[in-house]
């Protein structure tokens, strides 16, 4: 980090993502299920809760579903980080759940408990655009996508908001090479840490570090907290 930088700094973000396109799987630290919904490439319109700990309106097949956005936004408000485990799969209405065979609640089941599908994780029935598998919600939340952008869509929503409400400036855009390096940088395990100074006017430096495949959050940051390791890439924002 520049020296520069070290007095009066503040810490503001520490975000992980692993992205195998392969798998259409992302893992993430750092990212919730807010961030998720806030992303505006994501249009979800019903979730299936596999495991939570939240009581809706509405059960089916002991699952709790939640219908429409209005209904999705009341778990916006609730604490779902202290739920434990949290997980879902969207769905395309009504009709689609009674397209579900038994070998399929199995298998939703599996997805739930094991973090991972037997066999996909999507369902023809359901239309699934999405699985959101997390625990501790924020620390950990495993993402499975149909569309190849979702992961870094949500990664620049939340690092651009959060840079906009610490620096108070709602017009900040990241830049076409910060964009450019997490792209590169996150299917290769790719840790986000920023922090801002309010020494010097209103100041934001980020940085980009190539950390690996990691599946332990806990040995992830004590490990970077040990071993500073040199940025691959930095870039100091002053507004």
């Keep these: 980090m520049n020296r520069n930088f070290q007095t009066h700094q503040t810490e503001l973000l520490n975000i992980y993502v692993n992205v195998s396109e392969c798998e259409q799987m992302a893992l993430f630290s750092g990212i919730n299920f807010n961030d998720f919904i806030d992303c505006e490439q994501i249009s979800i319109e019903n979730i299936l809760l596999l495991k939570s700990g939240y009581t809706g309106e509405r059960i089916w097949r002991n699952f709790e579903l939640l219908e429409g956005k209005e209904d999705i936004s009341k778990l916006i408000f609730d604490n779902v980080r202290n739920y434990g485990n949290f997980c879902f799969v969207d769905y395309l209405n009504n009709d689609s759940l009674n397209q579900l065979s038994e070998e399929q609640i199995a298998e939703l089941l599996y997805l739930a408990h094991m973090f991972k599908p037997l066999k996909s994780p999507f369902f023809e029935g359901l239309q699934n655009k999405f699985a959101y598998l997390s625990h501790d919600d924020g620390w950990y939340c495993k993402l499975y996508f149909k569309e190849s952008d979702i992961p870094i869509s949500i990664l620049i929503n939340k690092l651009q908001k959060n840079i906009r409400m610490t620096l108070h400036n709602d017009e900040y855009t990241l830049s076409e090479d910060l964009i450019a390096a997490i792209k590169k940088l996150s299917v290769k395990g790719l840790l986000i840490s920023s922090a801002f100074s309010m020494q010097h006017g209103n100041e934001c430096m980020v940085q980009l570090y ?26 100091q924002i002053t507004i």
């Design 210 to 235: 190539e950390v690996g495949e990691v599946e332990n959050m806990d040995v992830l940051f004590n490990t970077f907290e040990q071993n500073k390791l040199p940025a691959s890439f930095e870039i």
